[in-house]
């Protein structure tokens, strides 16, 4: 027998929060919601139907004394089995019923029988399961939305290049008795204590004495300390930490000039610098580019919401998981804070999906190879000729040519809404 039931997910209910952050208080029409649950009317004549086709069901693989496998009289099988017997009738009945309603409506998921009541001559089923939601789109040209574009300075690739310098900078011991300074690196032995004062571990550790990076009370406490001095942090469970200077570093930059640039790749520094000027444009770029789409994006959604299919979600998260570098966590509660940023991404990245494919198909999009090969450069594929025959042989054209239409679709969107650009 298929499915009738699909797993809870684990992952949704134990984020604490609505993982959709731009969420609105307007209340989802039903046809919008993707969570169905609806009540299904089962005549019992119907089930008893049903019964003699899965007692010979029955009869090709029951074992009764003094009979050979399929050869038991079917008037013993339903006395023996009946309650098994009426158990898959009513379960085929329902999975009939359930052919009926795709016909409805386009379900995504399994569906999961939550209950079953009877009454004289009818039972009353009570089934759950997620379709695609009725998606609206609204009068795009009275949408307005603002498009920062954001200028790329000296001062920025100044500070990119001064960046770069610490990456290979080489640490030197200070052997002045002199206060710690913004920007040092102290070796500090760190031990940890519990609420009783008890000692728990001591390590050394390496900490980088930067306002904008630091624990603030760790910051605060280490100003005007020297190598030898000890400072406490006290924890509001009763927990501490002391950490006594061991040393003091400070980073030796490398000079800024061609040999410089040379470690880095680059011709010469005049090279170096408006190459890193061209990379952060087109990150400026980019940065703006997508505000814009997401802004346009949430401004639909907040005409007419709609419920993301759970199932759309998880799937979209787990994609997203796949493809990133996880960080290492702390703590249980910063895995879960980072969980549910990309659970957030993946939300939002659904509710955009489901929104460009209507349009899709309410203007009948379509898209041809020359199309497509204009979409992977923009994609950033280095041989887009190549890669588009490829999809063609793996069986990947299809959804390649969605993926184009889908961004055809957005820069439809973006050519009629009424956009204001403000430079920053």
Same mark, same amino acid.
């Given at each position: 027998m298929d499915k009738v039931t699909h797993p809870k997910t684990l992952l949704w209910e134990a984020l604490p929060s609505n993982p959709l952050k731009f969420s609105i208080m307007a209340v989802i029409p039903e046809e919008r919601k993707a969570l169905k649950e609806l009540k299904i009317e089962i005549e019992k004549n119907k089930i008893l139907e049903n019964e003699d086709k899965v007692a010979l069901e029955f009869q090709k693989f029951v074992e009764i004394p003094g009979f050979r496998k399929g050869k038991a009289p079917i008037s013993l099988i339903k006395q023996k089995y009946s309650s098994a017997i009426k158990e898959e009738a009513l379960k085929s009945v329902i999975k009939e019923k359930i052919k009926e309603l795709k016909k409805?409506?386009?379900?995504?998921?399994?569906?999961?029988?939550?209950?079953?009541?009877?009454?004289?001559?009818?039972?009353? !089923?009570?089934? +759950?399961?997620?379709?695609?939601?009725? !998606?609206?789109?609204?009068?795009?040209?009275?949408?307005?939305?603002? @498009?920062?574009?954001? @200028?790329?300075?000296?001062?920025?690739?100044?500070?990119?290049?001064?960046?770069? #310098?610490?990456?290979?900078?080489?640490?030197e011991k200070v052997e002045e008795n002199r206060e710690i300074q913004e920007d040092d690196i102290i070796l500090a032995q760190m031990e940890d204590y519990d609420k009783d004062g008890n000692l728990l571990s001591r390590e050394e550790v390496y900490i980088e004495y930067m306002k904008d990076e630091l624990d603030e009370?760790?910051?605060?406490?280490?100003?005007?300390?020297?190598?030898?001095?000890?400072?406490?942090?006290k924890f509001d469970d009763g927990t501490k930490q002391v950490f006594k200077i061991i040393e003091i570093r400070v980073r030796k930059l490398p000079e800024l000039n061609d040999e410089f640039a040379q470690m880095n790749g680059y011709l010469d520094l005049e090279e170096m610098k408006q190459k890193i000027r061209e990379q952060l444009e087109n990150e400026a770029k980019i940065r703006s580019e997508f505000e814009y789409e997401?802004?346009?994006?949430?401004?639909?959604? +907040?005409?007419?919401?709609?419920?993301?299919?759970?199932?759309?979600?998880?799937?979209?998260?787990? *994609?997203?998981?796949?493809?990133?570098?996880?960080p290492k966590f702390e703590n249980e509660s910063e895995k879960k804070a980072f969980q549910e940023q990309v659970l957030n991404f993946a939300y939002k990245s659904v /509710?955009?999906?489901?929104?460009? #494919? @209507?349009?899709?198909?309410? #203007?009948? /999009?379509?898209?041809? *190879? *020359?199309?497509?090969?204009?979409?992977?450069?923009?994609?950033?594929?280095?041989n887009p000729q190549e890669y588009l025959n490829k999809?063609?042989? #793996?069986?990947?054209?299809?959804?390649?040519?969605?993926?184009?239409k889908i961004n055809k679709a957005l820069d439809y969107v973006k050519s009629v809404v009424k956009t204001k650009v403000i430079v920053e």
């Open positions: 409805e409506y386009e379900i995504i998921s399994d569906v999961e029988v939550k209950d079953i009541s009877e009454s004289n001559d009818i039972y009353e !089923v009570l089934i +759950e399961f997620e379709v695609i939601p009725n !998606v609206e789109i609204p009068d795009l040209a009275n949408i307005e939305v603002e @498009k920062k574009i954001y @200028k790329v300075s000296d001062i920025d690739v100044a500070e990119y290049i001064e960046e770069l #310098r610490k990456e290979f900078a080489q640490e009370r760790l910051y605060s406490a280490l100003i005007n300390k020297k190598v030898g001095d000890s400072v406490e942090i997401s802004q346009i994006i949430d401004k639909i959604y +907040e005409i007419y919401p709609f419920e993301p299919p759970r199932k759309l979600v998880i799937n979209a998260y787990q *994609d997203l998981i796949k493809n990133i570098e996880l /509710i955009r999906d489901l929104i460009l #494919r @209507k349009i899709v198909k309410e #203007r009948n /999009i379509e898209v041809n *190879d *020359d199309e497509i090969l204009e979409y992977l450069k923009m994609r950033g594929e280095e999809s063609k042989v #793996r069986g990947q054209y299809e959804s390649l040519k969605e993926a184009a």
